[in-house]
Structure formats: C-alpha cells, structure tokens
C-alpha cells in the first residue's frame, strides 16, 4: 500500500486549498491513478485499520440494490434499530430530508441504479386487468456479468452509477461513478474504476478495498482468477481537518498484506452474505479517527 502513503504526500506537497460543499476545505490535486496487484495480496489499508465489516456491509447493500439505509444497519449489524452506519449521516442530513419517502431514505443512489436503472424505454404491463407502459428497469451488474461470462474479451464490460437525471433524487450523487472490466488472456479479471472525488484519507481505504472485494466476487461467479485494480482520480483531496492524522499516518510503515477467502461454493453474485468473506492475516497499526464531511 505504499502507492496511497505516495498520494497522501503528494497532495500534501503538490495540492491547492480549495472551498467545497461541506465548507470543510480541502487540499487538492485533479488527475491521479494508483494500481494494485490483486495477486499478490488484498489491498486493505495497514498503516490505520479499515473498517471491514462496513465496508463489506456496503457492498453487499450495493449489489442487492438497496437504497435504503436501515437495510444497510441490518445487513451490516443484523438489526435496523439502533445502529448507525456510514450513511446515517447522509439520511439524517437537513438538505436530504425534506426529499426521503421513509426512514433511512437515501434516493436513488449506488446500488439502485446498479441493479434498477431506469430506461426510456417502456413496455405494457398488465396488473388486476388493467394495462399501462411502464419505464424498463436494467439491471446492470446481471448484464455485466452475463457480458464477462459470454464475450470476456469484450470492450462494453462496464457499470455506471452516475445517471445524471437522477442526481436530484440521491442523498449524495455518487463519487466512484464508473468501472470497466477486462479479462486477459490468463482468464484474470481486472478492474478500472473511476472516482470523480475521493476524501484520501477517509474514503480511499475504503474505496480500495471495496472495489477489489468486488472484482473478487465477479471473478469467482464468472470461473475467472483476478488480475489488477487500477483507480483513476478526479478531484483528489484531503479535508483541512483530516490533516494532523494524515502526518501521523504518514510516520508509519506499511505492513504485509492480508488474504482473502470467499466460499468457493458461492457462483451467485445475489448469494453472498457477510460470513461468505473473511479477511485472513490482516494486522495493521492503530486507528486514526476524523470526521467525515457531510
């Protein structure tokens, strides 16, 4: 992980102050890319613990479509009630709201447009004897990995969240917008994602380590080994209040990678649950806390 302690400093170095939406500030640079080796180890952060189990969670809250944030608490925690999770601040925000239908609303965001994107297009349906057109819902990630399954040298592998005549109906627009897939000729999937605007030292790690428990996943249900995980940045920054931490984080050594296990048994993308997935031989130093900007 010695490519994110490289773009830490180099924002700390090379970046701009900069105003921002929470009114937090920022010191940024636009334009990076970092890239992993997913052979060689699991890229979990080790230089601050990462909060597994969330970001798993989340994950799995992304591909079953959800937009709600109490399912996130339960998948997560296993209950609704009680429970904060990393969304909670986004559902209880006073700009977001006025606009949620329900309790733990949070629109039309990351996983709801994986899984229901709206089309134009529509078809007659039929219910209790009356008939009406009604907009078709695509489901992206089954396309995706029906795509890498049927055509792996195929150039359309890709998934998008960013369905920019929905922002209004989102608590937070997304920031990993896209990601691509390629399947090379050792049968090794490999990911490209691309995050319009990524908090470095909060949301990276994260970030990170989700995209490539993600292309684990595909790669199994799709009978495929990993390949690498390459992440491009827009907006790459590092909140003015985040800055202290980032020094101390920067005195430490990384440590060696950990492992990843799924259940083999697993060929399902819709299957797999948070004991389906264990980070095995992770260690790492002690935890850094900072706020996060809403």
């Known amino acids: 992980m010695r490519q994110y302690l490289d773009l830490l400093q180099d924002i700390l170095e090379n970046g701009e102050a900069k105003d921002d939406r929470t009114g937090t500030g920022t010191i940024s640079v636009f334009g990076r890319n970092i890239r992993f080796d997913l052979r060689e180890g699991f890229p979990a952060v080790t230089t601050k613990k990462l909060a597994w189990k969330a970001c798993v969670g989340e994950l799995l809250w992304f591909i079953e479509g959800s937009g709600d944030e109490r399912r996130l ?9 009680g429970t904060v999770t990393i969304w909670t601040p986004n559902a209880l925000a006073p700009y977001w709201t006025p606009k949620a239908k329900f309790e733990g609303d949070l629109g039309r965001v990351y996983g709801v447009q994986w899984r229901h994107w709206q089309s134009t297009n529509t078809e007659w349906i039929s219910e209790k004897g009356i008939s009406y057109k009604k907009n078709i819902e695509i489901d992206q990630l089954t396309n995706l990995i029906n795509g890498i399954k049927q055509d792996p040298n195929g150039r359309r592998h890709i998934l998008n969240a960013w369905n920019a005549g929905e922002l209004d109906d989102m608590a937070l627009p997304p920031c990993h917008i896209l990601c691509q897939f390629y ?9 490209h994602m691309y995050q319009r605007s990524v908090d470095v030292f909060l949301g990276l790690p994260f970030n990170i380590a989700s995209y490539a428990l993600f292309t684990h996943m595909i790669a199994q249900v799709s009978n495929l080994s990993v390949g690498e995980l390459i992440i ?3 907006d790459t920054h590092i909140y003015k209040n985040h800055i202290d931490q980032v020094k101390e984080q920067l005195t430490r050594d990384p440590l060696p990678l950990p492992q990843l296990v799924l259940n083999s048994s697993i060929k399902d993308i819709d299957k797999f649950t948070m004991g389906d997935i264990t980070l095995v031989n992770y260690s790492s130093h002690s935890p850094l806390k900072a706020p996060m900007a809403v």
């Open 73 to 81: 608490a339960e998948i997560t925690h296993g209950s609704r009630e």
């Open 183 to 191: 399947v090379n000729k050792n049968q090794e999937l490999s990911c």
């Open 232 to 234: 491009s940045t827009g």
